[in-house]
């Protein structure tokens, strides 16, 4: 069965999402416009032919360019060069969304800044499955991707986000994951609910569940395997900074009372009633 269809595109940049795991999780939509865009580009050309070849894409003649960020302005040029003689041009990361912690970043703002189409076929990225799936809150969330690998500027960049407001997020690499936990227990707190999502849509999904200090201990000594997210729960009132406290009731001011709005977020942050109801009088709440 042919699942895709040749559509006529319009000129511009497609950021194309593709699987993080399953490869039948790519969108009817993405295969449209992989079938069909002038010029096919990918972070890593393997990997978008194999996808290609799963869903019985044809090539058509069609060469993969390789683009990275880094892959220097040569190869830039020609996809702008391409978006510049009118074609439509397919750009594919690796796995997941484009510039989710991926390159596209300098393509998609010369694209942007030369006035040509930028748009999207949406699907998959690990950041959005892994918050599906954790049970912690999801009103908001700080995406911080990837922290520094060694210890010293990890523990700074946990540091400047222990205030952070929503669910923490971060990608990590199984290798760390255990040394990123116990800092992340020391910076934050150990009792912060945590979750370590692993392999998301693969065979070996698993989302573990416990507090920072519960999980690096289980981590520790474990040979972790695979594709990793970590989410931790937002901080409590005596670790959220006045910042974080402030934005979250300005939110809720848009919904509720200041009396309602101050009771919830006592309750929730454990933070003193009066003092987010003063701060709820100085933004305006009534
Ligand atoms: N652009 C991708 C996206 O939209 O999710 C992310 C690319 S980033 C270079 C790769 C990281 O994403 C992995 O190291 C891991 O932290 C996370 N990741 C990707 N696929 C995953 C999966 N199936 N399960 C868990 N984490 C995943």
Do not use: W
Request: hydrophobic residues 45%.
């Amino acid at each position: 069965m042919v699942n895709h269809k040749e559509v006529e595109l319009a000129a511009g940049l497609y950021l194309v999402a593709t699987p993080i795991g399953t490869a039948r999780d790519i969108t009817l939509r993405a295969l449209d416009v992989l079938a069909s865009a002038d010029v096919l580009a990918a972070e890593d050309t393997r990997s978008l032919r194999k996808l290609m070849e799963i869903h019985g894409v044809p090539l058509g003649g069609r060469r993969i360019v390789a683009y990275h960020d880094h892959s220097g302005k040569g190869a830039r040029a020609r996809l702008l060069a391409a978006l510049g003689d009118g074609q439509s041009v397919a750009y594919a990361s690796e796995a997941g969304t484009p510039m989710i912690a991926d390159p596209g970043y300098h393509l998609v703002r010369e694209a942007q800044q030369a006035g040509y189409l930028v748009t999207s076929a949406p699907g998959p990225s690990a950041v959005i499955t892994a918050l599906t799936l954790g049970g912690l809150p999801t009103d908001r969330f700080t995406f911080a991707g990837f922290l520094p690998n060694a210890g010293g500027a990890r523990k700074k960049a946990l540091e400047a986000l222990r205030g952070a407001a929503g669910t923490l997020v971060f990608y990590e690499s199984p290798k760390r994951v255990g040394a990123m936990l116990s800092d992340a227990a020391e910076i934050l707190g150990e009792g912060r609910a945590a979750r370590v999502c692993r392999e998301l849509t693969k065979r070996f999904e698993e989302v573990r569940c416990g507090t920072l200090a519960e999980l690096a201990a289980q981590m520790k000594d474990e040979a972790v395997k695979g594709e990793i997210v970590v989410l931790i729960e937002e901080g409590r009132a005596a670790e959220m900074s006045d910042e974080a406290l402030r934005l979250r009731l300005a939110q809720m001011l848009e919904t509720m009372s200041l009396r309602d709005a101050a009771d919830t977020l006592a309750a929730e942050t454990g933070a003193k009633r009066r003092r987010i109801y003063q701060m709820g009088l100085e933004i305006g709440g009534r």
